[in-house]
């Protein structure tokens, strides 16, 4: 029961019907009955010996962490009122991933979790080219018309509900679901492959309906690594290190080719390096980056973090991050020669999870998506790959 009311959190994170099928159930604290329902449902289970707590996972104790940076960024500001007001809000983030991690304890669960995403990013999907074809979504939203000076035109960017009611966030979301296409089957069979790449495509297509460059950074990023992962395992640390320098080498080439918005995410992101200078260790406070820019976001989950938190919030962060892609690698490279079904999908899946993240990262540098629920999702799911692993082998 805890496993099926997680689920039913990551569906309602995702479809937000409160935003959209049922108006009447907005402003209901639908998320925190779920929860509360969930941890009491753990209690019960655990207490009856049918889940135990991953005490020895390094990921609860980062995200404990993380949740104290929260409070220090502005304790060292002497700031009461963002104290009280951050504890709930970035506690209910941490305290859920960690409540995922719990119930991601064998590989049928993580195969649940990969359909769930992929299900629903697929009725995104379908919702976004709706919006091209027919100039209208579900519940009859239109897409985001901006004008386009290259073209001397307007051009329609599809978006959702929620946190996905930008298209920037809408591409996001939808490309990094496009490696779990890959993993929804248990077994590799013709069909499979064949659904896979159809799922796979409804995904790219919605993606590129938004017409956003930080989704076109994550379509480039996860066509990589999955090209990557056809090859060797042991190729893979050295082809993601060709990846990211590559990646790099393409900045300093892209200076001539900004618009005036690029420029000024750039010149954003210059004011808070300056910030974060005069406040390296504990940052400026979470959730004030208003300060730097007011009304306007720092466009980069990266800078926004270690901004906002210092260092020693970025450490716990960028460390949850870090540590998901090599318990993924790790996970795959022992599972290099699978004797079972079960194992062969492991291997496979803690590859498509490298892709994923590879993909949501790339694009989290040109957006603000540090302490958003999709990429601590993230953080759960290639956490628990270790864990399952270590029960399987």
Not at 13 to 32: E, H, K, N, S, T
Not at 290 to 317: E, K, M, P
Not at 331 to 341: I, K, N
Request: aromatic share 16%; with cysteine.
């Amino acid at each position: 029961m805890t496993f099926f009311l997680t689920m039913c959190f990551v569906f309602m994170v995702f479809w937000r019907p409160q935003d959209w099928l049922v108006p009447a159930l907005f402003g209901w604290p639908i998320l925190d009955v779920v929860v509360y329902g969930a941890v009491l449902c753990l209690m019960i289970e655990s207490n009856a010996g049918r889940m135990s707590f991953p005490k020895r996972a390094p990921q609860v104790w980062l995200l404990a962490g993380l949740w104290v940076a929260t409070l220090m960024s502005h304790v060292a500001n002497t700031y009461l009122q963002g104290i009280l007001d951050t504890i709930p809000v970035s506690f209910k983030v941490c305290f859920f991933t960690v409540l995922l991690l719990s119930v991601l304890d064998r590989p049928s669960r993580l195969r649940t979790v990969a359909r769930v995403f992929v299900v629903l990013t697929c009725f995104m999907a379908v919702h976004a080219l709706l919006q091209q074809k027919t100039g209208a979504g579900f519940a009859g939203q239109p897409p985001l018309w901006v004008y386009v000076a290259k073209h001397g035109e307007f051009q329609p960017r599809s978006l959702f509900f929620g946190i996905f009611s930008d298209p920037n966030d809408l591409a996001q979301i939808l490309a990094t679901s496009i490696p779990f296409a890959f993993g929804v089957f248990r077994r590799r069979t013709i069909l499979n492959m064949v659904v896979s790449l159809g799922l796979a495509y409804l995904l790219l297509m919605g993606a590129l309906a938004t017409h956003s460059r930080g989704g076109y950074v994550a379509l480039a990023v996860v066509t990589a690594v999955l090209a990557a992962l056809v090859l060797p395992v042991r190729w893979f640390p050295t082809l993601m290190v060709c990846i990211l320098a590559g990646a790099l080498m393409l900045c300093p080439l892209s200076a001539g080719y900004l618009d005036e918005s690029a420029h000024d995410r750039v010149v954003f992101w210059g004011m808070a390096n300056q910030a974060f200078k005069a406040n390296p260790i504990f940052g400026i406070g979470y959730g004030m980056f208003w300060q730097i820019a007011q009304d306007r976001a720092s466009h980069n989950a990266f800078v926004s973090c270690y901004t906002t938190l210092g260092l020693f919030g970025y450490w716990f962060w960028f460390t949850l991050l870090q540590l998901g892609v090599i318990s993924a690698w790790k996970t795959r490279r022992a599972m290099s020669r699978p004797e079972t079904v079960e194992e062969a999908w492991m291997k496979r899946f803690s590859g498509l999870c490298i892709a994923a993240m590879a993909g949501f990262s790339a694009s989290a540098y040109f957006l603000t998506r540090d302490f958003v629920y999709p990429m601590f999702f993230l953080f759960a799911i290639l956490g628990a790959l270790v864990v399952v692993a270590q029960r399987l082998l």
